[in-house]
């Protein structure tokens, strides 16, 4: 007790110097969790659907079977380019795969490699 008693002091001196700190400044306000993402959908690429699909492999192979199924994930984060696993005809399986990118044009997607994707519809 009598090496705790001397202690007791020096513990109120440390603590009442705590209370001594400047006022923190208020920082800039942070957008809210809507708004940050809102800004990031719209830079992400709409993604690529079974119709979009279709769409695209009708434009650049006319002469090949009709797309049965598809489906469609993109490449990576925030890229404009989807990878989509399709079926032709009759066929209920996904055996086929071709890339689609966002395009400018009349159509939402356009084939990377039609004459690749062609083929095997072919």
């Not at 920082?27 to 690429?45: N, R």
């Amino acid at each position: 007790m009598k090496f705790v008693t001397p202690l007791i002091p020096a513990l109120f001196l440390t603590l009442a110097a705590c209370g001594d700190e400047p006022a923190a400044t208020p920082a800039e306000e942070a957008p809210s969790v809507e708004e940050s993402l809102a800004a990031d959908a719209e830079d992400l690429a709409e993604p690529a659907d079974r119709d979009a699909f279709v769409a695209a492999f009708s434009a650049a192979c006319p002469d090949a079977k009709p797309v049965n199924n598809a489906s469609c994930q993109a490449l990576g984060m925030g890229s404009p380019s989807f990878v989509c696993e399709y079926g032709l005809g009759d066929d209920e399986y996904l055996r086929h795969k071709g890339v689609v990118t966002q395009s400018e044009g009349e159509l939402p997607y356009t084939l990377d490699d039609p004459e690749k994707v062609c083929a095997q519809g072919a």
